[in-house]
């Protein structure tokens, strides 16, 4: 057996299901070897597209998924959705060819490439080390919740695997709790505290954390919120407060600066969830839980820093709590926050002014509208832009796999590709992207990719014609417009010439055709053209816009 055949049957055997790509003759081989070991090959368009179909997939289905791209231009053209899976700490193992001869046209430092955005560097040594090399590849992925850049080097791809090779799967690594001294400082603090929040980030996402968590904000009267990431963590439980940060609803926003103590469990604590500070009151105290202890502080000061895995953590509390005999306590869970909470912690349940006009929909409405008309079960992912808050915050999801926000690197043009890694990660929910109309034109190869695959997918395209969060951060003034402005395009019509139903929407009623198409049985994505207004920044923007 050659060692290209070798790899790809040696991660299917770890587990991989499903392998995203795009194919060409450095990657041919070692791709059809999963193939035949049992994987699923979903082909993008452009590699760019199968590195966030890859990232999305790994991320709503728990597993570690597996990016297979072509030396040089191939891997290159992946680097801004490898950088996003890195910055996120996608499990994501890219297996890609390489060139190693500087001769060669394919040559480029890809080890370095790879750790220039964060990815883990690795590459098969050997045809002695090779399968050992796959194992020591996919279990970081697995376990250390890291992207990984495994290369093959072309002329050892091509060798025999020698009888002697070995493989032995890495034994996991527990998660630590971290150690009593400050494990006892952070009960110190929860016993003190008069109104606590806790803010889980991606990090609350591992095995048994939420109930961990639930179980210690019992204990303590604390408030659950979730940084963007993790949204719908907490979305059956009474004490949720949804989002913390730009998306925050103004109760939300409210209850976190009054709180006395603000936890935050596997979250980065960074300028978007706390709006640069402004939601930390000025006498409150601050502690981070992190596995990663550079991690902690990296953000903001924090009063006290725990490193330890969440579920280790917020177990290790609880029962150290339970263990000083003074019971549950109330905290910030009094019935007056809790009235407050399920009448008004909602953005749906915020009145505002429609300004549709002049043949535009105010995107508020546009999102509530289509936040009653979708099914329940649902998987929303979103681009990056001016629009991208009404969507997060007016479509409710049904939990943590429902909403897939491919936002650390802060790309525009990610969203298609998300959502068609999402649906494939969860194909028992209607996947519905949200893309303003830049994203919607950098991404649209995969539309293609959407059709073949026979996804029932709604696009939702907020249509402004701009770039808005330029337009709208630089001002009416400024002499640059032309250059984030365009021509209104008919984004209906492209979409029906590459095989998806096709819809404009200007008004509340126009919405009616999505309801027929959900009841059609659909087996091909719709794409609304939704022609929004944007006479002004959208509120998240003007709180939270900054680099």
Partial sequence: ?????????????????????????????????????GAR??????????????????RMSDEVAVLSLHQGCGYTNALTGIAEAAKSRTPLLVLTAEATEPTSNFFVDQSALAAGVGAVPMRIRSPRSALQDVVQAFTTCLHQQRTV????????????????????????????????????????????????????????????????????????????????????LFKDDPWSIDVSGGFASPLTAELISDADLIVGFGCALNMWTMRHGALIGADARV??????????GRNR???????????????????????????????????????????????????????????????????????????????????????????????????E????????????????????????????????????????????????????????????????????????HFGPDSSGLANVTFPDGDLAALARGHGCDGLTVRTPEDLAAVKDWLSSDPDRPLVVDAKITSAEGSWWLREAFGH
């Fill in 1 to 37: 057996m050659l060692v290209r055949e070798a790899i790809g049957r040696r991660l299917t055997e770890l587990g991989v299901r499903t392998v995203f790509g795009v194919v060409g003759s450095g990657n041919y081989h070692f791709t059809q070897a999963m193939v035949e070991g």
């Fill in 41 to 58: 090959f979903v082909a993008a368009r452009h590699e760019g597209g199968a590195a966030t179909m890859a990232d999305a997939y790994a």
């Fill in 301 to 399: 000061f924090v009063h006290l820093g725990l490193c330890g895995g969440v579920t280790e953590t917020a177990r290790a509390a609880a029962d150290l709590l339970r263990a000083g005999g003074d019971g549950p306590r109330t905290g910030y869970r009094r019935p007056e926050i809790g009235k407050r909470i399920r009448t008004r912690l909602r953005w749906n349940q915020i009145p505002f002014a429609d300004d549709s006009a002049d043949g535009r929909i105010d995107p508020r409405t546009l999102s509530a509208a289509l936040d009653e008309l979708l099914p329940a079960e649902r998987t929303v992912s979103v681009d990056s832009g001016n629009f991208l808050g009404y969507p997060s915050m007016y479509l409710d999801v049904p939990d």
């Fill in 401 to 472: 796999y429902g909403f897939c926000f491919t936002q650390a690197f802060q790309s525009v043009g990610l969203g298609l590709a998300t959502a068609i890694g999402a649906a494939v990660a969860r194909p028992d929910r209607l996947p519905v992207a949200a893309l303003g109309d830049g994203g919607f034109l950098m991404g649209i190869s995969e539309l293609e990719t959407a059709v073949r695959l026979r996804i029932p997918m709604l696009v939702v395209v907020y249509n402004d014609a701009m770039y808005g969060a330029e337009a709208h």
């Fill in 287 to 296: 502690v981070q839980i992190d596995l990663d202890s550079s991690a902690i």
């Fill in 149 to 232: 850049v495994l290369n093959v080097p072309i002329d050892v791809q091509d060798l025999e695997l020698p009888l002697q090779a070995v493989s032995r799967r890495t034994a996991p690594v527990a998660r630590p709790r971290p150690a009593d001294e400050p494990l006892a400082r952070f009960c110190e603090l929860l016993t003190r505290a008069e109104r606590p929040v806790f803010i889980v980030g991606r990090g609350g996402r591992s095995a048994g954390a939420r109930e961990a968590v639930r179980e210690l904000g019992a204990e303590t009267g604390a408030l659950l919120a979730t940084s963007a990431v993790s949204r719908g």
